[in-house]
C-alpha cells in the first residue's frame, strides 16, 4: 500500500484509510461485531494504517468496536475520531445539536481514550462547526489536549474556509474531513485551494458517493428503513434515475481500464492531489479488497480530462444532504 503524509504535518497514513461508521450505524443495523473486528484487522493485513470513527456513530459503539480490534495493532495504525456533537457522555442520548465548549471536548477525549483503548488520539477532528463557541476557543481546547499528550493532530470536519483559517491560526490543522467525489465536487472550488495553500490534508468521506459510485445502486434499489439515504435528496427515486448517467461514465472508463467503476472513482480521487486521502467504508471483505485495488489503477493525463469534462458536463440531481444537515456544515 501506498504512503501519503496529510499535508505539511509529520502524520504519514495509507493511501486509502477505512471509514468504520457504516459497521455501526448510518446504513442500517449494525454489522456483527465480531465479523467486523476481523474486517477491520483484514484492512491492516491488506495495507490499511489509518481508520476513521467518532463518538458519534452508534454513538460510541463505532468507536468501541474500532478500540478493541486496533488493540492489538494499535501502535502500527493511527485513528481518527471526532467530537462536538451534544451528546450525553454517560447515556448516548443525543439532542441534535453542537457542543464544541471547551470542557466538554476535554470529556469527550477522556471518554474516547477509553473506549479506543489508546493513549492518545492520533487525529481528533471537530466533527460539525458549534456556531455558539468561537472556532479561535475549539482550537484552543485541542491545542491544550495536545500539550497534554492526549491528541496528537487537529482536524475539521465539513468547515468553511474562513473557520478552518481562523482555527489553524490558533492551532494548525492537520487534516479537513469533508465529503468529496465524482457524485459531489463542492470543495474544488474553495475548500482544495485554501488547503493546498495553508499545507493541510484532505480526507475525503463518501468517495464513492454512499455506494451510487459503485453501480450497485439504481431506482429500484431498497434501502433499510433506518438507512439515512431514504432522506438524503440524491437518492430519492427520481434522482438515482437521473443521476445514472453519471455511473455510466464511470463504468465505461472502467471497462476500458480492466477496473471496477468503484476503483475509477477512487483512482480519479487520488489523483487529485498528493495529500487526499480517501476513507471508504464497507462491511464486505470482498468490497475492502476492491476499494483498496484501486491504488494500483494508473489513471492517464487523458483518462482524468475525460472523467473531470464528462463529469462537469453532467447536472446531478439533488443536494447531498437534507437541509438540516446541510446548514451544519461550512461548505
Known sequence: MQKRTLGKSNLEVSALGLGCMGMSSGYGPAADKNE?????????????THFDTAEAYGPFANEELVGEALEPIREKVTIATKFGFDIDLVTGKRSGGTNSKPEHIKQVAEASLKRLRTEAIDLFYQHRVDPDVPIEEVAGAVKELIAEGKVKHFGMSEAGVQTIRRAHAVQPVTAVQSEYSLFWRG???????????LGIGFVPFSPLGAGFLTGKIDENTKFDATDFRNVVPRFSTEARKANMVLVEMVKAVAERKGATPAQVALAWLLAQRPWIVPIPGTTKLHRLEENLGAVNVELAESDLKQITEA?????????????????MTGL
Do not use: Q, T
Request: aromatic share 0%.
Open 36 to 48: 467486523m473486528i476481523e474486517l477491520i484487522r483484514a484492512a491492516h493485513d491488506l495495507g490499511v
Open 187 to 197: 470543495p474544488e472550488s474553495e475548500l482544495l485551494p485554501a488547503l493546498e495553500e
Open 311 to 327: 463529469a462537469a458536463g453532467l447536472k446531478l440531481e439533488g443536494a447531498r444532504l437534507p437541509e438540516a444537515a446541510l446548514k
